[in-house]
């Protein structure tokens, strides 16, 4: 799959080196509330804000949302820890995991989610086009040098560091037939397959304005939302668990200029097969190289993404009074 530089070796100036001495591992969670448009999330928001002085608090937090295929919307915050221990040890505190778990949840209009991926820190990479921290890069002490694993077909799986000993092939050979649940009232724990690669990839046009903004808006979205929802509503195609585009948001819920397009694929193979050759991400690539030329390589825009590969034994996949049709639900066995 790559075209790696001659005389490649695993990156020694990858990000994974710019943390704090002794981190191993990097947790990326994320609690999401589903309600009908418009629905009463109250309870969800106190929840979180009541876990304010719960220790050790995660490194960053950011908040999102979006409407789903099935007309929901999804209110999710997003938080990282710089290990697995401190990220259940947080979990373990009065008042976060004892209310997620009460039976109450079941019930009412809102469903609950959470997918938490604890992944080793040479089994993910982060990639920005400037030094704007978005992600897992706020958890690292410095930016480093610029890395030459970029600008070719395969340099995101060269910018794993464990890829040069591992293919992160997927254990399962397609996305299985779609199994609709009965999870409306329950609380459903599914199995989630070694080697799902997940891609969170981001842009934030904060800086961006008038004539730049134009183009974005008018060039570059249009192809960006396409290529999002025929993710998300081709996945046997794809092998996509699922495509969500979302809107960032301030920790209160006030709009920021930021959004992102968060799927989770099979295997980084399939990932890399959607990027390099299908129509829908070479419209994306294609319209962000005329937004460059026709503002000479000068933009205020700035894109960033990150991508890991999560062992289905350190992932946790819970939903609570969803509807069918949430995350990995449709695909993935219920856990043991």
């Not at 040890?89 to 004892?98: K, L, Q, R, Y």
């Not at 050979?173 to 329950?186: F, M, N, Q, V």
């Not at 205020?300 to 990995?328: M, Q, S």
Request: with cysteine.
């Amino acid at each position: 799959m790559s075209n790696m530089p001659e005389n490649w070796e695993p990156p020694v100036d990858a990000w994974q080196s710019r943390f704090a001495p002794g981190v191993t591992e990097i947790v990326f969670a994320y609690f999401g509330v589903q309600s009908a448009p418009g629905g009463d999330i109250t309870a969800f928001e106190n929840w979180w804000q009541g876990t304010d002085d719960a220790a050790p608090a995660p490194s960053f937090i950011t908040r999102a949302q979006v409407r789903d295929a099935s007309d929901m919307d999804n209110t999710v915050f997003i938080a990282y820890w710089p290990s697995r221990a401190e990220f259940e040890a947080w979990w373990v505190n009065e008042g976060v995991s004892s209310w997620w778990e009460e039976e109450a949840r079941l019930n009412g209009p809102v469903g609950l989610w959470r997918e938490v991926y604890s992944v080793p820190v040479d089994h993910f990479e982060t990639l920005h086009s400037s030094q704007t921290e978005h992600g897992v890069a706020s958890l690292a002490a410095d930016w480093g040098e610029p890395i030459k694993e970029h600008a070719y077909w395969g340099g995101m799986r060269d910018r794993v560091p464990a890829s040069s000993q591992l293919d992160f092939a997927s254990p399962i050979e397609a996305l299985p037939d779609i199994d609709i649940k009965e999870t409306r009232g329950k609380r459903v724990v599914v199995g989630v397959p070694d080697n799902v690669c997940l891609i969170r990839s981001g842009q934030d046009l904060t800086l961006s304005s008038g004539k730049e903004r134009e183009t974005y808006q008018d060039v570059v979205r249009p192809h960006l939302t396409a290529g999002m929802a025929f993710l998300r509503d081709n996945p046997k195609e794809t092998n996509c668990f699922s495509c969500r585009l979302m809107d960032e948001t301030e920790l209160d819920g006030r709009p920021k200029q930021q959004t992102f397009g968060l799927a989770a694929f099979r295997s980084m193979e399939d990932l890399e097969d959607w990027s390099k050759s299908h129509p829908t991400h070479l419209a994306i690539f294609g319209s962000f190289f005329q937004m460059m030329e026709a503002h000479e390589g000068h933009l205020d825009l700035k894109l960033w993404h990150e991508v890991l590969v999560a062992d289905g034994r350190n992932t946790i996949a819970e939903y609570i009074n969803c509807h069918p049709r949430t995350g990995f639900l449709p695909w993935c066995p219920l856990a043991e």
